[in-house]
Structures are given as C-alpha cells and as structure tokens.
C-alpha cells in the first residue's frame, strides 16, 4: 500500500544544503557562520526557549528585564525608543502607518514601498498619495525620490497657503489643511541598495509638520561605520524600522523598530505592534536581537571596518568586468540617488549575450548556481542583486569574484545596453500611467474613472481575465516579484498596456510572480 505519510523533508534538506558546497549571497546576514566567536557564544535554542515567566517580563507589557534591554539597545542606536520585533519588519511597518495614520486618513508614499506598507494602508482604509522614484538609466533600476519632489505634493496638500509665507515652509505650527497627509512613508535603501537625501526630505516634513517614517529594513548595518551611508536615525526620520537578519549577524524575523520624536503617538503605537505581532513571543528570537546588538556594538564596529576593506577591494575588481556591469558609486547625483549602500552587489547583464542568446538576469543567477555554487538574494529581469555582510569569509568573496570574471570572459556584446534602456522605459512608461490614473486621467474600456483605494477595491466582486484581455480594466489583486515584494499593481489601479506586457515579460523569464489568486499568472481578477 503506497504511504500517504512521507517523512518530514524540510529538515533533512536543510541540513544538506547547509552541508554542501553551496555559498550564501542571500539572507539572513549571519551566513550561517557557525565557526565564528560570534556564533560560538549562543546556547543551543532549544535549551533557552521559554515563555512568559517570572522574571523574564513580557514584550507587550516589558517593565522589567526586557523594558531595559531595550532601554539600552535605544542607548546603543541613539534613538528616543526601540522596540523588539520578532515579526520581522513587516510588523513595524504595519504599526507604523496604522499608528501614525487614522482610519481613512492620507499618507504620502513611495511607490516603491514593500507590500506591507500597503497592506497597512488597506487595513487602516487610507488614502494614499504616491511619490515616484526616479529611474537609473542603462540599469532599469528604481533610483532616489527628491526632497523637492515631495515638497511640491505638501505644497499642493497645502494649496500655497501655510502661514510660514508664499510656501508655507517656515512656520512648522501652523495649522494643517484637511487634505495634507498625515504622514510621509519612504524606503531607502531600497532593495538595490539606493539612498534617498532622508536628511533633505525630513526637513521638507517637519516644515509642514508631518511624520516621516522610514523603511530601512536593508540598512540594519548603516548605524555600525565602514564605508556605508548614514543611518535614517541619524538623518531626522521619526521612525526608523530595520532588518536586523537581512544584513547582520541575527535570526530570520528578527528586527528593530526606532522612535525619535515626540511626533510619534507611543501609545498608539504600542498598540498596534501588539495587534501585528505574536502574543507568544520567542525568547530565542529576543535573546538573538539582543546577542546582535551587543557584538555590533562592540566588536563588529571593527569587523566592519574590516569587512568595508574586503568589501572595497572587491568592487574595485568588480569594475574590471568587460561586459557585465557594476551598479556602482557613479550613480550618485543621478536618478534621486543620495547614496549607495556598497554591499549589495548588482551585477547587469543588459548587454551580455551568451551561446544561447541575449543573457537574461535568470540565465545569470542559474549559471551562478549550477557552475560556481553561489546563490543569489535575487535576480531581475536583467541583473542579479548579492547580498554581502561582515560575516562573509575572503573565500566566499573570492569565489563570488572570479564567478562573475569566468562568466563574463565567455560573453559577447548583446545589443549595448538596449535592454537596460528598455526596462528604463518601461519603468517610466509604467510610472507615467500610474500617475495619470491617481489624477483620474485614464481612459480605460470604460469612461474615465477616479482610482479606487485599496480596501474598496478588495471588498467589490472581481472575475478572473487572461491578462491581455485585462488592459483597461481595474485591478482587484497585486502583483509583485518577490523577493523584493514591491507591487507593480495593487487592487484598485488600472491594468495599462504597459503593466500587461512587463506582467508578460516576467513570465517569459520565468520570474516569480506573487500576489495573484491565479499562481501561473495566466489570468488576473479584475474589478466588475
């Protein structure tokens, strides 16, 4: 009789993998380094892991043991509070708008924000403003947002008459228009490593007395020196949410939520990371936050130094490559991009062909992986993104260097950087349509139409079309590679012609889509 009962796989396949050859360019930022002095101190989990008993204090109500190590860990990053997330990032995201935004309220957001930010936004009913990110040519990455884009949007939230003069940028008390956002919700770095002037645009904010929250999931090791930007915290955000095991050495779902202003309601905030985190919290999980926290700010300061050297010479070498190309520093003051967060290594093949035709950022990633061992964080349609931190081994970045130089000395030109230059207009075309349909001048298949929010959107009926028999209807799902987990669509926007075709693209090379009922993305649900 066939067994229906398999025996559990995930755990031996864990164990083989983490046993073979395979070399980590991915989450978390640990490496899984056991035999580092790092990794040596921490107790076996299941030896520490309890619950809520005496003398241990509760995440929800910390008064006592908890409520002072993060006390402390605030001390650590200079910051007015911090709160431990073992949710991940998304949970502080999640708290932060829903905390700093009422029910039906208006935030002001990057259109390259992670879901969870709009997920938050449907909960919590509001209306959303959206900011563009510029576009970086010959890459077809997202670059920077401007200080003075976002201000021209307060501005026009204010209609020119703030009390602070013709702008009304001077006087941050004066009294606030209904329509003027309640908060300013950006990412930086975005996925790709690109940083945005936060400093610039926290001052456009405070001007006009709106919060700014920012999404610094990828920017965990920013505070801690080397070669890398600065810190939101250091640059004026109000709320600052990171990654801790994105790029540091901790757990998965381990991360850290800032607050530095009294424009922060801590109550409703606490609130709200009760609502979106677990009510059993792991004490393995807070226990890791704190063992990163007291080794970075110790220790790893100089090991990131160190790694900032390794790191420096690696890119340095990188730039040698014929055909393939490094997103690198000469991207700053272009494109919105402030700062460049130098450990993300993106490598594009836009102009790279190989025996089998143009190279595809798919095609990259698999020959990474079938001939060198390396797996990726990610990989575009063009590119492929390497997450390095300080617990990388010189071999690690070693193989990582003459995998790229192997596969780049055996390719040709492509047609020169055509395909760059196409994602960028893809990029600009998609945007432009985006936000012609928020100012309500699209034309669809039916009469011009106002956009939807995002809940309204999600509780109306919806059927399922192919996806080119969707252009000019109204989206009732997202769609999202993931990673990164950043919408080209979410419920309520219109399907344009040039959302179907990149929708395409993905599938032709074999991208994965998220976020449609339909996981072959052969069809989408659609507004009736």
């Not at 836009?350 to 990259?364: F, H, K, N, P, Y």
């Not at 298949?445 to 919806?462: F, G, V, W």
């Amino acid at each position: 009789m066939e067994d229906r009962h398999p025996q559990p796989r995930l755990y031996r396949q864990l164990n083989e993998y983490c046993s073979s050859d395979a070399y980590p360019f991915h989450m978390p930022g640990h490496k899984r380094r056991s035999d580092t002095a790092f990794m040596a101190g921490f107790a076996n989990p299941y030896s520490i892991d309890i619950t809520e008993i005496d003398g241990f204090d509760n995440l929800h109500h910390a008064e006592g043991l908890l409520r002072e190590s993060m006390d402390w860990a605030a001390s650590v990053y200079g910051a007015g509070r911090t709160y431990y997330l073992i949710d991940g990032s998304t949970c502080g995201v999640l708290a932060a708008v829903c905390s700093s935004v009422p029910r039906g309220g208006t935030i002001l957001m990057a259109r390259n924000s992670h879901k969870s930010a709009y997920h938050a936004a449907a909960l919590n009913e509001l209306n959303i403003r959206y900011i563009y990110p510029q576009i970086i040519d010959d890459f077809g990455l997202q670059g920077g947002l401007l200080p003075q884009d976002i201000e021209k949007m307060l501005i026009s939230a204010d209609n020119g008459q703030g009390e602070g003069g013709e702008d009304g940028c001077e006087n941050e008390t004066a009294s606030r228009p209904s329509d003027m956002p309640d908060a300013v919700f950006i990412t930086s770095p975005t996925y790709d490593g690109v940083v945005s002037d936060v400093r610039g645009i926290a001052d456009v904010c405070h001007r006009y007395g709106v919060p700014l929250i920012v999404d610094e999931a990828h920017g965990a090791h920013f505070p801690f020196g080397g070669m890398f930007p600065a810190s939101a915290l250091e640059e004026g955000a109000d709320i600052v949410i990171q990654s801790l095991h994105k790029t540091l050495p901790a757990f998965t779902q381990t991360a850290l939520l800032h607050v530095q202003t009294d424009r922060v309601d801590i109550g409703r905030l606490k609130y709200y990371l009760q609502v979106f985190q677990t009510s059993s919290p792991s004490y393995v999980l807070m226990a890791g936050i704190e063992r990163c926290i007291e080794y970075m700010s110790g220790e790893g300061r100089d090991e990131m130094k160190r790694f900032a050297g390794r790191l420096a010479n690696l890119r340095c070498r990188l730039r040698g490559l014929r055909r393939l190309r490094l997103l690198d520093r000469d991207v700053i003051g272009s494109a919105g991009v402030y700062d460049l967060d130098g450990s993300k290594i993106i490598i594009s093949a836009a102009a790279c062909a190989d025996g089998s035709g143009r190279l595809t950022g798919t095609a990259l990633a698999e020959r990474l992986r079938r001939e060198y061992r390396l797996e990726m964080e990610m990989c575009g349609a063009d590119y492929v993104t390497a997450i390095t931190t300080l617990m990388d081994s010189e071999e690690g970045l070693r193989r990582l260097e003459e995998a790229f130089f192997g596969i780049d000395e055996g390719l040709t030109d492509g047609r020169p950087a055509a395909a760059a230059h196409q994602a960028t207009a893809e990029f600009r075309s998609i945007y432009k349509s985006m936000e012609a349909f928020s100012a309500g001048r699209t034309r669809t298949c039916s009469p011009y139409i106002r956009p939807i929010p995002i809940h309204e959107a999600q509780a109306r009926p919806a059927r399922a079309l192919g996806l080119e028999a969707a252009v000019g209807h109204v989206s009732g799902e997202y769609v999202y590679l993931y990673p990164p987990g950043i919408p080209i669509v979410v419920p309520g926007e219109v399907l344009t012609e040039d959302i179907i075709d990149k929708i395409c693209t993905w599938k032709r090379q074999n991208l994965l889509i998220q976020g449609m009922y339909d996981h072959t993305a052969a069809e989408i649900r659609v507004l009736i």
